[in-house]
């Protein structure tokens, strides 16, 4: 605090209390306070749970504590049995008609060709794939 007339304190004490946290920030100093002198103080940043590996379909950009959720996926496994088969190709004719709503993970994985669009040209790179065994199980 400076005087009221903009002066000097001899000393200083603030006190700042955010119950949201249950956190008290106590400031409390003998030396001269000027203008110059800058005090600032920020909360610290929001904790977020979530996916923090880029390469996993679930990750979240705004997370800052790997929460242990990512998961990895297998382009072109709409229905995640980790085999490229005829019910993915199924699956993934379905929802390019507009039979079926894809989930969160569908949309990675049927997104065969990466472009960001589920379309035909996803169908005939996963068709065949599938035709040529391009994909084997480990």
């Known amino acids: 605090y400076l005087g009221g ?10 006190e700042l209390a955010m119950p949201e946290v249950g956190t008290v920030l106590r400031l409390i100093t ?18 977020i749970f979530g996916c ?10 705004d997370a800052t504590i790997d929460d242990g959720s990512c998961e990895d996926y297998i382009n072109g496994d709409l229905n995640s ?16 008609i507009g039979d079926t709503e894809p989930d969160d993970y569908q949309l990675v994985a049927g997104d065969y060709n ?10 005939v790179q996963l068709v065949t794939c599938v035709l040529s065994s391009c994909w084997t199980t480990g």
């Open 5 to 14: 007339d903009g002066s000097p304190l001899d000393s200083a004490s603030a």
């Open 114 to 123: 990466g472009d960001g669009i589920l379309d035909i040209l996803d169908i």
């Open 30 to 47: 003998n030396k001269t306070i000027t203008t110059e002198d800058v005090f600032n103080f920020t909360t610290p940043e929001q904790e």
């Open 81 to 96: 049995d980790n085999v490229l088969g005829i019910l993915d190709i199924v699956t993934l004719v379905s929802i390019v």
């Open 52 to 61: 923090t590996d880029p390469e996993a379909w679930n990750y979240n950009p």
